[in-house]
């Protein structure tokens, strides 16, 4: 992963942890994150579609958008139910570890894409997090149900390990933002019959919550596109360019003199015969030979 890549993993990974939080202080969590979640499909719907192929969507994008809405459905629905009977202390580590966990060795078979020994440590470190948090007993007390809140964080967990696969490879045919636009359309639409249902819980949600609903709705899909943009194969040296990863250097330099030319065009090749015609300190061209070289 490039400098850059990893830069926009980072912040987006501290901007997921705030709207999860905001998530967890909600009084009903589906109807938050639905409406957080709607309110940032709409914000995006337009640069979405103004970012589509002129063909509209392509063909080969079109299952990947499926899947990822059918996925993500049931990452809200889990992680709402998971923050309702769990701790965030507790859930989020869960959820979030196991999908850690889980994608290297899904993308081992899918991407071929093997882990280094530090990393495959991580991994294992991240795995002996989670059961040290799934062994740990619940204060004495306490009013949540442990038991089924971490149920609902593994489920959350096997999502995010399944959408983030199915995202990395469906950002190689879509561009992020259309990407991401259709996925929240695709959720807000297959939610709103379970949210719209319960129109009196919608109602006490808008009304107690409806700034940290704006300010999730700020969070939430922004933190993931920072994510999609980092899976985009310009962000990224993949594994089906070799010759980049073994001449980083040459390979640059050769897409910029093409991007230059392309901006350049003939002011870079007037440039270059300019130079060709440059005449020397003495007065004269490269091209011209010297009277004594005409003599001869």
Known sequence: MTGPALALVVAAAAFHAAWNA?????????????????????VLAPVGLFRLPAGGLPADAVPFVVATILVHAVYFVALGRAYRHGDFSRVYPIARGLGVALVPLIALVAFDEWL????????????????????????????TAPGRGTVWALLTGVTIATYSLVDKAGVGHLDPVPYIALMGLGISTLLAPAVLARR??????????????LLAASMNLTSYLLVLFAWHPL?????????????????????LRRAGAVVGGPGITGVRRSRRRA???????????SPRVRAR
Do not use: C
């Not at 004269?284 to 030979?289: I, Y």
């Open 116 to 143: 280094s020994p530090l990393g495959t440590l991580g991994v294992v470190l991240v795995v002996a997090g989670i059961i040290g948090l799934g062994r740990t007993l619940p204060p004495a007390g306490a009013p």
């Open 22 to 42: 905001l998530a967890k202080r909600a009084q009903d969590q589906l109807v938050f994150l639905w409406s957080s979640v709607g309110i940032a499909s709409v």
């Open 279 to 289: 005449p020397r300190r003495g007065g004269r061209s490269r091209a011209t030979p």
């Open 200 to 213: 009196a819980a919608l109602a006490r949600e808008w009304k107690a919550n409806w700034p940290t609903i």
């Open 235 to 255: 962000a990224r040296r993949g594994p089906a360019r070799p010759a980049a990863r073994r001449r980083p250097g040459r390979a640059r330099r050769r897409r």
